[in-house]
C-alpha cells in the first residue's frame, strides 16, 4: 500500500510542477519580450529625427539661446547668467548694459535699486542658493553668494551657471556690477 500511495502522491506532484514550470516559462518569455521591445524603443529614440526633430536628441541643458543668457561681470571676473523664462527677467534684460553698485546685505547677498520697476510675481522660494539673481518687489535687485533657507518672497530674474567664486568675487562691502548680453 505505500507503494501505491507515494506513487500517487508522486502523480499529484508532477501536475503541479508541471504547471509551476510553464508559468515560469510563461513570466520568462514576457520578461524576454518586454527586454527586446525596452532595447528597440531605446534604439529607435537613438536615432537622429526620431522623434520628428533632430534637436530632441541633444539634452536641453546644453542648448541655450541667446536670449535666455545674459553676463555679470564683478572686476576681472565674469559669470554667465540664465534668465528664468519670466516677465521680470525679459524687462531685466530689456534694460541691458547695466552698471550698478550694490551694497553687502546680511554677509550673503548684494542689492541696489533699479532704475525702474519691472513686473514683480513673487513668491517664497523656500531655499535660496549661491547665484540666484532675484527681484525683491518690484524694484531691487539681489544677487545672493551664500546658500540658506528664507520666508521671504522673490521674482526669480535667473540663475549664474557656475557659482564657483562668486563669493570671494562679490566680497564683503559694496561692489560695482555690470550687467549684459554680451
Keep these: 500500500m505505500t507503494t501505491r500511495l507515494s506513487a500517487s502522491r508522486r502523480s499529484l506532484r508532477r501536475p503541479a510542477m508541471e ?101 514683480a510675481n513673487a513668491s517664497r522660494p523656500g531655499t535660496i542658493r549661491n547665484g540666484d539673481v532675484m527681484l525683491y518687489g518690484p524694484r531691487t535687485l539681489v544677487v545672493f553668494y551664500l546658500t540658506f533657507s528664507s520666508s521671504y518672497s522673490y521674482t526669480r530674474l535667473g540663475r549664474v551657471d557656475d557659482p564657483a567664486g562668486l563669493a570671494r568675487a562679490l566680497g564683503s562691502g559694496s561692489v560695482r556690477i555690470e550687467f549684459s548680453r554680451n
Design 19 to 119: 504547471n509551476r514550470h510553464a508559468r515560469g516559462l510563461r513570466a520568462l518569455r514576457g520578461l524576454g519580450l518586454l527586454c527586446g521591445l525596452l532595447v528597440l524603443g531605446g534604439c529607435e529614440a537613438a536615432q537622429p529625427g526620431a522623434s520628428g526633430s533632430p534637436a530632441a536628441a541633444i539634452p536641453a541643458a546644453t542648448v541655450q539661446p541667446e536670449e535666455s543668457r545674459m553676463w555679470m561681470t564683478v572686476g576681472d571676473r565674469r559669470f554667465a547668467i540664465t534668465l528664468a523664462d519670466t516677465d521680470a527677467a525679459r524687462a531685466f534684460a530689456a534694460m541691458l548694459p547695466l552698471s550698478i553698485d550694490m551694497a553687502d546685505l546680511n554677509s550673503n547677498e548684494k542689492h541696489a535699486a533699479l532704475p525702474e520697476s519691472l513686473p
